[in-house]
């Protein structure tokens, strides 16, 4: 295909983007994946295919090519992903501007610990500034407890982390699981080998020890208590190592790769879950404020 350049067809008429391509286009240029971008815009990956061949036969040039880790962007798809950011903003904005209605009452929100802070928070800032009206009681515990918390009806919905392709939630984002560890740290090289977990029901906990156990690495549990920031301390004291999603790991520590004779971990997905029965309008309009600033351009570990 040629370079990106308005063919002599189009070249003479008012062109229009479909918003719907690229919406598109961004998820599959933040995901690398067109499999994964189908799962998170709930379409096939024929569909998103085609939608992908047809904004390249509009713009008459080719956005992707495939390397060995997968999809990267061609030059000129480098070139349109910055405005296609900005378009799909710009249209998220006035279309909540000339929609959103006034919501009131109370909603209870379920998020893991590691979620709370960087990821959901300018979420819950931006919805609590447009609805005021509203009053957010936020529950913080593991994700397997925060799905049956919404099972009993005692919070409205919640964000959880599931491993990729087995939830029943709607996907939001999807990442890979890494293992953490101290700066220049050593603990990673002990024997056993000390892991750190939040608590022991984590939804990373399986996979972990399935993943410890398959290399045959023999390890011991440090802490299980349910406390995000002693768990933090213990890895900072290079007392233990633990596995987060790459985006929550904090900046003072290193991550760690079978380089450092770790195993490989799997890939998790950032999942959405909302009553199968009724859910309250100040529940979905937060879920809809979830959705978007989650899935609005944002770093994805997982190519």
């Given amino acids: 295909m040629k370079d990106c350049g308005i ?12 918003i719907a391509l690229i919406r598109t286009f961004v998820a599959v ?9 189908a799962n998170m815009l709930h379409m096939t990956q024929g569909a998103i295919s085609q939608q992908i061949k047809r904004l390249e036969d509009m ?29 799909l903003v710009l249209n998220d904005e006035i279309w909540n501007d000339m929609t959103e209605r006034t919501v009131r009452g109370s909603v209870r929100l379920g998020v893991p610990y590691d979620l709370v802070g960087a990821t959901l928070a300018p979420v819950l800032k931006s919805y609590a500034g447009r609805h005021p009206q509203v009053e ?8 397997p407890e925060l799905l049956e918390e919404l099972g009993k009806g ?34 990673h ?31 011991r549990t440090v802490f299980e208590n349910g406390n995000i920031e002693a768990t933090t301390a ?27 004779g770790l195993p490989e971990l799997p890939v998790f997905a950032i999942n959405l879950h909302l009553p199968k029965a009724y859910a309250t309008p100040q529940a979905l309009e937060l879920a809809r404020y979830i959705r ?12």
């Fill in 136 to 143: 957010i009681s936020l529950v913080c515990a593991s994700s």
């Fill in 7 to 18: 063919s002599n067809y189009n070249a003479g008429m008012i062109r229009n983007f479909d």
């Fill in 59 to 87: 713009l008459g040039c080719a956005l992707f090519e495939r390397d060995k880790r997968g999809l990267r962007l061609t030059e000129a798809g480098e070139r349109l992903l910055g405005n296609a950011r900005r378009l």
């Fill in 154 to 187: 005692t919070i409205d919905l919640c964000v959880v982390e599931e491993p990729y392709g087995v939830s029943q939630g709607e996907c939001l984002a999807v990442e890979r699981l890494v293992w953490v560890g101290a700066k220049a740290g050593n603990a």
């Fill in 29 to 37: 240029a933040d995901q690398g994946s067109m499999t994964i971008a």
């Fill in 292 to 303: 978007e600033g989650m899935t609005r351009p944002r770093q994805s570990a997982a190519a």
């Fill in 234 to 260: 213990t890895v900072r004291t290079d007392l233990a190592i633990t596995a987060w999603l790459a985006s929550t790991v904090p900046a003072d520590l290193d991550i760690l790769t079978v380089e450092h």
């Fill in 189 to 219: 090289r002990k024997v056993p080998l000390p892991i750190s977990m939040v608590t022991d029901t984590c939804a990373f906990r399986a996979s972990v020890f399935a993943a410890l156990s398959k290399d045959g690495l023999r390890w």
